[in-house]
């Protein structure tokens, strides 16, 4: 059989537990691609505004000075740094359900190309979390204007702020990728992720902090519970990272979040590279 | 004579509607059969393409030509039986598909070029024959949204064409631009087709097949009916309406 020689199988299915390792150095080998496409959404995404790039800043203004007129006219007055809680409350929790419902829909988004031209598949669903990630960075500046006006200062307690994106950033991938091959047997799945992002805003603290949270539940019988969202600790990361107070978080808590959010990464990249050539036949 | 592509009882089957029930439970299968629910799109199918052969396949349509080439191209994995291959192969089908209408001409021969599987560097040691070939002159700085469907085209063709791959699989892109363009784009696939280590063409264009194969399949209703000289299979197929 020495003709054999150098004939490779075009689709060998790798070992379940291998999924991560594959699906990580598909990126690294296609970064030159990955990096194209990015490019290309990040085009795509203000082409016909004139404002531009400056939607990404005043979106969240906009959006964080409507739920804080809202709330300081439900509940009085509250701390004096709550106009800044709530905009990065809403940058985060904007970050995690775009990146989310971006990796959950990458497959049928690119249904034309993928039936045209083979590439690994795995691109298709880094590159919408990469340019989310992008313009979330980006996004922050519109941080800057609050700092100034309310006279919060950098601290060295900002290291707290990639790390809290990188948190929310594995996550939304992650549950994004173990769903993106269902939701192309049934769109149902983006459908419902649609509402479990919209009720997942208001049972993490977006619009109110882990703080608030603390003061109203004194006996502490809620506080695991709460806890069980892997978003808490991210979004409150973030907040001490850029106003710079201490975190009161348990260490057991902030350990369950990150390996929550490393477990679901590690189990999405498995479920994807698993299923995607599967349904590749149903788009 | 080393084996360029081999494809080994190659069944490959679709959903025929896309029941929400048995989708969930063909991604849990290990195995999927053929059945009532499915559409059969290749059945056994056998065939071997050595290094340097150029094989045509012709076929009604809907007969599995296609799904034969994305086979061999890995979009789409067979049910069972296997495909194996030597070295890199590139699919030329629908040339536009890459391409983005908000960047610019040299921004989508990079874009294009890096979802056709090439780095960087080659994109850039070709952009001046893909801009020539493509007789886009100045418009290659502007968004590709100022193009005539004739400016995309040539540009799709020009960039997808640009790089000899090992095994190269042709799926009816000889039909674009004016008559001019279409015979220098055909100039160009015979340059690449010589140039290439292996080809595998579909085509409806029967003289083509007969001056470029060396063999020809015959597919009908996802099966290889015939294989064998040009000639005998053409008229084969044109047995069968």
């Known amino acids: ?283 | 004579m080393n084996t360029a592509i081999r494809l080994t009882d190659v069944d490959l089957y679709f959903p025929k509607k896309q029941g929400i029930l048995q989708g969930f439970s063909d991604l849990v299968k290990t195995k999927i059969e053929a059945g009532p629910k499915r559409f059969t799109a290749l059945s056994g199918i056998n065939l071997e393409v050595n290094v340097g052969e150029v094989v045509g396949i012709i076929g009604r349509n809907g007969s599995g030509k296609s799904t034969i080439l994305r086979a061999i191209s890995g979009i789409y994995r067979p049910d069972s039986g296997m495909v194996q291959v030597r070295g890199q192969t590139s699919l030329l089908a629908g040339v536009s598909v890459g391409l983005n209408h908000n960047l610019t001409g040299r921004e989508n021969v990079h874009l294009y070029g890096s979802i056709l599987g090439h780095q960087r560097e080659t994109m850039e040691d070709m952009m001046e024959e893909i801009i020539e070939f493509s007789e886009l002159g100045e418009f290659i700085e502007q968004p590709l949204r100022t193009y005539s469907s004739g400016m995309k085209a040539r540009l799709g063709i020009a960039v997808a064409s640009a790089v000899e791959p090992e095994i190269l699989l042709i799926d009816e892109v000889l039909g674009v631009g004016d008559q001019e363009f279409r015979e220098k784009s055909k100039k160009r696939i015979l340059d690449l087709v010589e140039n290439s280590g292996t080809v595998v063409i579909v085509s409806h264009n029967f003289s083509l097949m007969k001056s470029i194969c060396d063999r020809v399949v015959l597919v009908h209703k996802g099966k290889i009916e015939q294989i064998g000289e040009p000639e005998e299979i053409i008229q084969a197929y044109k047995n069968l309406s």
């Not at chain 1, 775009?98 to 590159?127: D, G, W, Y």
């Not at chain 1, 948190?167 to 509402?195: C, K, Q, W, Y």
Request: aromatic fraction near 14%; charge should be neutral; proline fraction near 5%.
């Open chain 1, 1 to 283: 059989m020495s003709e054999d020689v150098g004939l490779r199988e075009q689709h060998p299915i790798v070992p379940t537990f291998s999924g991560p390792i594959h699906f990580l150095s598909a990126i690294r080998e296609n970064w030159y691609l990955t990096v194209n496409l990015v490019r290309r959404d990040l085009r795509a995404k203000y082409r016909r505004a004139v404002i531009g790039y400056g939607w990404t800043w005043l979106e969240p203004l906009l959006l964080a000075a409507v739920y804080y007129i809202l709330f300081t006219i439900i509940a009085g007055t509250p701390d004096p740094l709550y106009p800044l809680h709530v905009l990065l409350g809403i940058i985060v929790w904007g970050h995690f359900s775009k990146s989310l419902q971006a990796t959950l829909a990458c497959l049928q988004k690119s249904r034309n190309l993928i039936k045209q031209v083979f590439f690994p598949r795995e691109i298709l669903a880094t590159t919408p979390v990469l340019t989310q990630l992008w313009i979330t960075v980006v996004s922050f500046i519109s941080v800057l204007p609050i700092m100034l006006y309310l006279e919060v200062e950098f601290s060295t307690m900002i290291w707290m702020v990639p790390l809290g994106l990188l948190m929310t950033t594995l996550l939304a991938m992650g549950i994004g990728l173990m769903m993106a091959p269902l939701n192309v047997i049934s769109e149902d799945i983006g459908h419902l992720f649609r509402f479990i992002v919209r009720a997942g805003f208001f049972v993490s603290p977006v619009m109110w902090t882990y703080e608030m949270f603390l003061e109203r539940d004194s006996t502490g019988q809620w506080l695991d519970i709460v806890m069980l969202n892997p978003m808490v600790v991210p979004l409150t990361m973030v907040r001490h990272g850029i106003d710079g107070s201490v975190m009161d978080v348990a260490w057991n808590h902030i350990w369950y979040s990150a390996g929550f959010s490393l477990a679901v990464f590690l189990i999405g990249m498995t479920v994807f590279k698993r299923w995607e050539s599967k349904v590749v036949k149903y788009l």
